[in-house]
T-cell receptor
Framework: AQKITQTQPGMFVQEKEAVTLDCTYD???????LFWYKQPSSGEMIFLIY??????QNATEGRYSLNFQKARKSANLVISASQLGDSAMYFC????????????FGQGTELSVKP | EPEVTQTPSHQVTQMGQEVILRCVPI?????FYWYRQILGQKVEFLVS????????KSEIFDDQFSVERPDGSNFTLKIRSTKLEDSAMYFC??????????????FGSGTQLSVL
């Protein structure tokens, strides 16, 4: 069975500093994708970044990068130069080819950026 | 960027009443999903829908739930007799194809359902 684990219920970071949000996953599928979504207090789900299981390089999207360690089954999100607007809930999610295409989510990490 | 649209944004209902949550997926998308998020908890898969039938459903999606694509544009989630524990944010999502693993799901803004 697939599983996503986020062990940090809440994190604090000072504005302009970098922060790492942890995510570990479990799957027996060799082909899978890992996603991070941001959920601000308004509630919508905003896609941030994607990493494929066969990708050789870590994904980057602007200030977001994904530290993908396949052997450890971890896909941590790194946010550089934190901004006040980064305060939100962050969800790690996984999708695998043999699991019907649905996305499964971790429990989320609430990030608070301090001025 | 094209959007998934959900209406209403908030729905309040009495326990035992039927509710219908509405979604308009992105027009060329073929796979549709409903997820729910109980306050403070993770986002949970409810059901996926393709070619006018359910592809997969979770154990949460019991006989009280049903989905329909009545007119080729709307995608609805019906809860026949709401319970207090159905109070949650319900998200609709769509995809152009079946779970290419690299394809992000496009989520709507959600409907906050409150059962009193």
């Amino acid at each position: 069975a697939q599983k996503i684990t986020q062990t940090q219920p809440g994190m604090f970071v000072q504005e302009k500093e970098a922060v790492t949000l942890d995510c570990t996953y479990d799957t027996s599928d060799p082909s899978y994708g890992l996603f991070w979504y941001k959920q601000p207090s308004s509630g919508e789900m905003i896609f941030l970044i994607y990493q494929g299981s066969y990708d050789q390089q870590n994904a980057t999207e602007g200030r977001y990068s994904l530290n993908f360690q396949k052997a450890r089954k971890s896909a941590n999100l790194v946010i550089s130069a934190s901004q006040l607007g980064d305060s939100a809930m962050y969800f790690c999610a996984m999708r695998s080819y043999n699991q019907g295409g649905k996305l499964i989510f971790g429990q989320g990490t609430e990030l608070s950026v301090k001025p | 960027e094209p959007e998934v649209t959900q209406t209403p944004s908030h729905q309040v209902t009495q326990m035992g009443q039927e509710v219908i949550l509405r979604c308009v997926p992105i027009s060329n998308h073929l796979y549709f999903y409903w997820y729910r998020q109980i306050l403070g908890q993770k986002v949970e898969f409810l059901v996926s829908f393709y070619n006018n039938e359910i592809s997969e459903k979770s154990e949460i999606f019991d006989d009280q739930f049903s989905v329909e694509r009545p007119d080729g544009s709307n995608f609805t989630l019906k809860i026949r007799s709401t319970k207090l524990e159905d109070s949650a944010m319900y998200f609709c999502a769509s995809n152009p194809t079946k779970g290419g693993i690299g394809e992000k799901l496009f989520f709507g803004s959600g409907t906050q359902l409150s059962v009193l």
